[in-house]
């Protein structure tokens, strides 16, 4: 009996070519360095020649700002530390106080890592994590920021960050004379262009004096609401600075301080509190120091108060160069008493915003102090050519009636034109 005859089976497909695998080494670095630290570890899983493939970058960056530093997070970091051996180009970790007893270590990690970007933030604030000091040895940084963070004393024979460009600073809590430390790192810091000091705070209650300078620095910003003697010093290629000081434009020598800013192209002036009298108790009238270079002047402040309403104008007229003036108003910090509006033409001279081409003005609330300032702009502003009024949560008068008042000012340039918006932002 004839036995039947068996099928021949398919012969198998060759083994998919491993296209990735093939591309030039340099092409598949810039591919896996795009990735996120998560993903490029993920790779292993592709096949057996990428399982470590990761780990032959010649740097990658380790970014965990969206998780909040729980246990997971922290355990990802360590591992990738411990396998990968290269060059970590930047740092980014949001830690709680849960995580935050790893961060030292890490540090010292980074230290030897030729780290060039470090981004701590605190979840909480209130919990004060003490940084270890080999933060100041990682001198290849060219950002850092902290947020939330108490900073140790400088660790002996620091030798600065050579090549740091940006240093910003939230709630960060320094010890005893502070400012003597800060004022160190920004003269080991040459290079540096921006600067950001946020609600710093620092244990010891006694007076300090804040010293700012940088001969390369170009953007500052000062937030506090601690008496601090900030002064100004030595900024010959400053730009653009931030400025609010809370109760400290309450009291002493506000005028010496803001002639530090005198180079500057833009100012962000927040003059809300209960502002600039001298230690002799006379309104910011004079500034010792002209902003011929000031271009851009933005405002929040309020037309309550003689003081306030003078300080605006004190430094309206010593910008004879200004070209974009905004304002916001805000009367949170006030009482609802309004300053009496007439003669704030006597403030002026004739060239008053001879040069302002755009006003914004936000928060207004119809006021007659307000509207005298308005018309008293468009009279006197030359070359203007847009104006935006925007209405804020409370108002005086109705917009029909407030927009028929506008029609009769008179208009220094002919081609001013009023945009006005009656919505609440």
Not at 15 to 41: E, G, K, M, Q, T
Not at 56 to 65: H, K, M, N, T, V
């Amino acid at each position: 009996m004839e036995r039947p005859r068996q099928r021949a089976r398919p012969s198998e497909p060759p083994p998919a070519a491993d296209l990735l695998a093939s591309l030039p080494p340099p092409l598949l670095d810039a591919i896996l360095a795009r990735l996120d630290i998560r993903d490029a570890v993920r790779t292993s899983a592709l096949s057996r020649d990428w399982r470590r493939r990761w780990e032959a970058l010649p740097s990658i960056s380790l970014s965990f700002l969206d998780k909040r530093g729980g246990t997971p997070t922290s355990l990802a970091v360590d591992r990738v530390l411990a396998r990968y051996p290269g060059h970590i180009s930047s740092f980014s970790f949001h830690f709680d106080k849960y995580s935050a007893a790893r961060v030292a270590d890490w540090l010292v990690a980074l230290s030897t890592r030729g780290v060039r970007s470090i981004n701590l933030q605190c979840s909480y604030y209130h919990y004060s994590f003490t940084l270890h000091s080999s933060i100041f040895l990682c001198s290849q940084l060219v950002h850092l920021e902290l947020n939330g963070c108490r900073m140790p004393p400088l660790p002996a024979g620091f030798t600065g960050f050579p090549v740091l460009e940006e240093l910003k600073l939230y709630a960060a809590q320094f010890p005893e004379n502070g400012e003597s430390l800060l004022e160190e790192i920004l003269g080991a810091s040459p290079l540096l262009n921006t600067l950001n000091l946020s609600y710093l705070y620092v244990r010891d209650d006694g007076p300090a004096d804040w010293t700012i300078g940088g001969c390369n620095l170009r953007k500052l910003t000062i937030i506090s609401d601690k008496s601090y003697g900030w002064r100004i010093t030595d900024l010959p290629r400053l730009d653009e600075a931030t400025i609010d000081l809370g109760k400290y434009v309450s009291s002493g020598n506000f005028e010496g301080f803001i002639a530090g800013f005198a180079q500057v192209r833009k100012l962000i002036l927040h003059t809300c509190y209960p502002l600039p009298l001298l230690a002799n108790g006379h309104l910011m009238e004079t500034l010792p120091c002209t902003f011929y270079n000031l271009k851009s002047l933005i405002l929040s402040t309020h037309f309550c108060e003689r003081p306030a309403i003078l300080s605006t104008f004190c430094l309206l007229m010593n910008a004879p160069n200004l070209e974009v003036l905004e304002i916001t108003i805000d009367r949170n910090f006030v009482d609802e008493i309004e300053a009496n509006a007439e003669n704030q033409n006597i403030q002026c001279t004739d060239d008053f915003c001879a040069n302002l081409q755009v006003v914004k003005i936000k928060g207004i609330g119809w006021l007659p102090s307000e509207m005298c300032f308005i018309e008293l702009v468009l009279s006197k502003a030359i070359v203007l050519h847009t104006m935006y009024l925007r209405l804020g949560y409370e108002s005086s008068k109705s917009n029909e009636d407030a927009l028929c008042e506008l029609m009769t000012y008179r208009r220094g340039s002919p081609h001013a034109q009023v945009f006005f918006n009656g919505e609440i932002e």
